[in-house]
C-alpha cells in the first residue's frame, strides 16, 4: 500500500488540488487521512473492524415507482443490546434532490455523504450542469472501494432524480454497487422486504407508496430488535425530495392494531394461612 | 451474543406497605428478531409467593416446572403452603445443585411472608441470594433498571401508587434495551387480593 505523504502538508484532507500524481484528475483522487501509528497495524485494523461491524442494526428501504423514489428509515441506534438514540436521522440530504440512507456506522454515512455532497458541488459547478445519480453513486462506490478491507461499515442506498428520471442505487462498504428498483438495508430488512414486496405496483400514487414505505419500517420495528424509533417517509420527485412523514412506531402499533377494552375477571383471594 | 441475551428478558420487583409488587416485559425473542410478545416470565408458586424468571427462555420454563412439582410435595408433606423464605433457599439449593452446568437463569423471587410483612429477594444463575428492602432487579435491562427504580422508588408505598411506580420503571427502562419489552405484565399482591395487570408498551 502506497503511503501519501501529501497529507503532511496540510491539516485538511487532500481533494486533488496540489497532488503530485498524473494518474488522477482534480476530482476522483481520494482524500488522505493519517494512519495510526501502532506496532501492530494489522491487529489494530483488525480491532476496528470488530468495533463498527456489529452496528447495521438499522432498517432502511427506498424503491421507485411511477411518481418518483420513496426512501423510509427507522431512527434506533443500538450499541450491541443497549439502544443509545431513537432520534438519529438516517436519511442525509446529499442535495436538494439526491438523498441517501444510512446504515452501517453512524459517522462514516455521516462523513462519507458529506463528501459525496461536496463533490457533487465541484462537479456542477465545474460542469455547468447536475450530476447523475448514477454518476453520484460511483464516485462514492469507488472512494469506498479504496478503503477495503479497512474496517469502514457503510450500506448506503442513493435515491435521486436526475434528466433520465428516477434513479436508484446500492452501494456498500465492500466496494459493491447495485442498480434496481427496490432495495432495504440493515438487520430489519428481511421483514421490511415481506411487507414491501407483497404490496408493490408499480402503478401506485405517492399516497399509497407512503403507506406502504411507512407499514414495511413498522414491521421491521416491530419484529427486529435493532430497529424502531421513527418511521420517516421522503419522496424524490422531479423538483427533488420531500419529508413526507415521521412517526413514532409506538404510536403507529396502536393505530394499525388498536386495543379493545376486555373486562377481565378479577381475582379475589383470601389469603390462605 | 451472550447467552443470557439469547432471549432478553426484564423482570423487577418492588415492595410496598404490606404488598409488593412484581414485573416483568413480554417479548420472547431469538437475538434480534421477535418471536413472541406474550411470554409467561413470572408465575405463582402459591396465593403469596411469586417468581419471576429472567434469561434463557427454555431453563425458565424448566426451573419452573421443577419448583411447582417441590412446592407440591412440600405442600402433600406439610400441609400449608411454603414461606417465602424458605423458598428463597429452595431455589438456591437448586440452582446450586447445578454449579458446573448451570439454568441459565436469574431468578427474582417475591411473596408476603409472616404478619403480611413483603419479602423480595434475588439470586444469580448458581443461587446466590441477594435480599433486598426496595427492589430487586434482573434481566437483559437490569442496568436501566437499576436507575429507574433507584430514582422512582419511595418506601411505604401503597398498592395503587406501587403499581404506577413499578409500570413507569419498567417502561422507562426496556424503551432503552433492544431485547426486552413489547409490553408489560404487572402482579399487584396485597393480604386480600392479587391483581394482574397488562402494560401498553412500545412494541418496537
Redesign the interface.
Given at each position: 500500500m502506497k503511503l501519501d505523504t501529501s497529507g503532511l502538508e496540510t491539516t485538511m484532507p487532500v481533494i486533488g488540488f496540489g497532488s503530485n500524481s498524473e494518474m488522477l484528475d482534480g476530482f476522483s483522487s481520494v482524500p488522505s487521512f493519517d494512519l495510526p501509528r501502532t506496532t501492530d497495524f494489522d491487529g489494530f485494523q483488525k480491532k476496528a473492524v470488530e468495533m463498527v461491524k456489529p452496528a447495521k442494526g438499522t432498517t432502511t428501504l427506498a424503491f421507485i415507482f411511477k411518481e418518483g423514489v420513496m426512501v423510509a428509515a427507522d431512527s434506533r441506534a443500538s450499541m450491541g443490546g443497549y439502544i443509545s438514540s431513537q432520534s438519529v436521522k438516517k436519511i442525509i440530504e446529499i442535495n436538494p434532490y439526491m438523498l441517501g440512507t444510512m446504515a452501517g456506522g453512524a459517522a462514516d454515512c455521516q462523513f462519507w455523504h458529506r463528501n459525496l455532497g461536496i463533490k457533487c458541488r465541484l462537479h456542477e459547478l465545474a460542469n455547468k450542469r447536475r450530476i447523475s445519480v448514477s454518476g453520484a453513486s460511483k464516485l462514492l462506490a469507488n472512494m469506498l472501494y479504496s478503503y477495503r478491507g479497512m474496517g469502514l461499515s457503510v450500506g448506503t442506498m442513493i435515491a435521486g432524480w436526475d434528466e433520465t428520471g428516477p434513479g436508484l442505487y446500492y452501494v456498500d462498504n465492500e466496494g459493491g454497487r447495485l442498480k434496481g428498483d427496490r432495495f432495504s438495508v440493515g438487520s430489519g430488512s428481511p421483514y421490511a422486504y415481506g411487507v414491501l414486496d407483497s404490496g408493490y405496483k408499480f402503478d401506485m400514487s405517492v399516497e399509497e407508496a407512503s403507506e406502504l414505505a411507512r407499514r414495511s419500517i413498522y414491521h421491521a420495528t416491530f419484529r427486529d430488535g435493532a430497529s424502531g424509533g421513527v418511521a420517516s417517509v421522503y419522496h424524490v420527485g422531479p423538483q427533488g425530495w420531500k419529508k413526507l412523514s415521521g412517526d413514532d412506531v409506538g404510536e403507529l402499533h396502536y393505530h394499525y392494531y388498536p386495543v379493545t377494552p376486555v373486562t377481565a375477571e378479577h381475582v379475589m383471594e383470601e389469603a390462605a394461612e | 451474543?451472550q447467552i443470557f441475551?439469547y432471549n432478553?428478558s426484564a423482570v423487577v420487583a418492588m415492595v410496598g406497605k404490606n404488598c409488593f409488587a412484581i414485573a416483568s416485559d413480554r417479548r420472547l425473542?431469538v437475538?434480534?428478531?421477535?418471536i413472541a410478545t406474550d411470554f409467561q416470565r413470572i408465575s405463582k408458586i402459591h396465593?403469596?409467593v411469586f417468581i419471576g424468571l429472567s434469561g434463557l427462555a427454555t431453563d425458565v420454563q424448566t426451573l419452573y416446572q421443577r419448583l411447582v412439582f417441590r412446592h407440591k410435595l412440600y405442600q402433600l408433606r406439610e400441609e400449608r403452603?411454603m414461606k417465602p423464605e424458605t423458598f428463597a433457599s429452595l431455589v438456591s439449593a437448586i440452582l446450586y445443585e447445578k454449579r458446573f452446568g448451570p439454568y441459565l437463569c436469574q431468578p427474582v423471587i417475591a411473596g408476603?411472608g409472616d404478619d403480611?410483612k413483603p419479602f423480595i429477594c434475588t439470586m444469580d444463575s448458581i443461587g446466590a441470594k441477594e435480599l433486598a428492602k426496595d427492589f430487586v432487579v434482573s434481566g437483559?435491562a437490569s442496568e436501566s433498571l437499576y436507575g429507574a427504580c433507584e430514582a422512582m422508588y419511595k418506601p411505604d408505598m401503597e398498592a395503587e401508587e406501587l403499581f404506577e411506580t413499578i409500570s413507569q420503571a419498567l417502561l422507562s427502562s426496556v424503551?432503552?434495551?433492544?431485547?426486552s419489552g413489547w409490553g408489560g405484565h404487572v402482579y399487584i399482591v396485597t393480604?386480600?387480593?392479587?391483581?394482574?395487570r397488562i402494560l401498553?408498551?412500545?412494541?418496537?
Open positions: - | 451474543m441475551e432478553g425473542g437475538q434480534l428478531q421477535t396465593d403469596r403452603d408476603l403480611d437483559t424503551d432503552r434495551d433492544c431485547l393480604p386480600t387480593e392479587i391483581k394482574e401498553k408498551g412500545r412494541m418496537d
